[in-house]
């Protein structure tokens, strides 16, 4: 059975603090990692990681992917308020018929208090 | 426009009744799929479903269907609902080949 696993489940920083998020996967089929952000509503896309060693970078987020040793990271320096969400790290297989399956792991719950 | 919508956004509604959320997406993608929040915000495919196939994932009682209309449309159906059956249903869309899926804003499903 597919497995991705986040860390640390939760984390509370202040503004201005950089922070790592973690997430580790077991997958047949490995298609990409992608990360999203929740807030109230729907996961919004952030990242989608397909290549090793590759940075992704959107402003002050960033991204990698580690296909040898499984795991991929998500970076966000100089944090805001705004940062506070759940970061929820999925992986993608393909499931068949041009369908992929996500499978996610149980998100970070990032608090930035002021 | 909004592209992944879904209706209700909220439902309550008795154990043992039948209910359906819909969902519609304008990206004129190929594939759409249902995913399930949990309480504790851990989200599981359900169901993903193309012109050609759909593949259901085993661990889904066999009380919900998805029913698709046309490519841009895939309602979820809920037959004898149960208490655990309350959380988020969000539908999402990929386009053919893509892993992104975006997804919609949720319903709320609440059964008492």
């Known amino acids: 059975e597919d497995k991705v696993v986040q860390s640390p489940l939760s984390l509370v920083v202040h503004e201005g603090d950089t922070v790592t998020l973690n997430c580790s996967y077991e997958?047949?089929?490995?298609?990409?990692l992608l990360w999203y952000k929740q807030e109230k509503k729907a996961p919004t896309f952030l990242f989608m990681l397909?290549?090793?060693?590759i940075e992704k970078k959107s402003g002050r987020l960033s991204s990698i992917l580690d296909k040898k040793e499984l795991f991929s990271i998500l970076n966000i320096t100089a944090t805001q308020t705004g940062d506070s969400a759940i970061y929820l790290c999925?992986?993608?297989?393909?499931?068949?018929?041009?369908?992929?399956?996500?499978?996610f792991g149980k998100g970070t719950k990032l608090s930035v208090i002021p | 426009d909004t592209a992944v919508s879904q209706t209700p956004k909220y439902l309550v509604t008795q154990m043992g009744n039948d209910k359906s959320i819909k969902c519609e997406q304008n990206?004129?993608?190929?594939?759409m799929y249902w995913y399930k929040q949990d309480s504790k915000k851990f989200l599981k495919i359900m169901f993903s479903y193309n012109n050609k196939e759909l593949i259901i994932n085993e661990t889904v009682p066999n009380r919900f269907s998805p029913k698709s209309p046309d490519k841009a449309h895939l309602n979820l159906h809920i037959n004898s609902l149960e208490l655990g059956d309350s959380a988020v249903y969000f539908c999402?869309?990929?386009?053919?080949?893509?892993?992104?899926?975006?997804f919609g804003q949720g319903t709320r499903l609440t059964v008492v």
């Open positions: 997958v047949t089929n490995f298609r990409s």
């Open positions: 999402a869309s990929s386009s053919q080949g893509s892993s992104e899926a975006f």
């Open positions: 397909t290549s090793s060693g």
């Open positions: 999925a992986v993608s297989r393909n499931s068949g018929a041009g369908s992929y399956q996500l499978t």
């Open positions: 990206l004129g993608h190929d594939t």
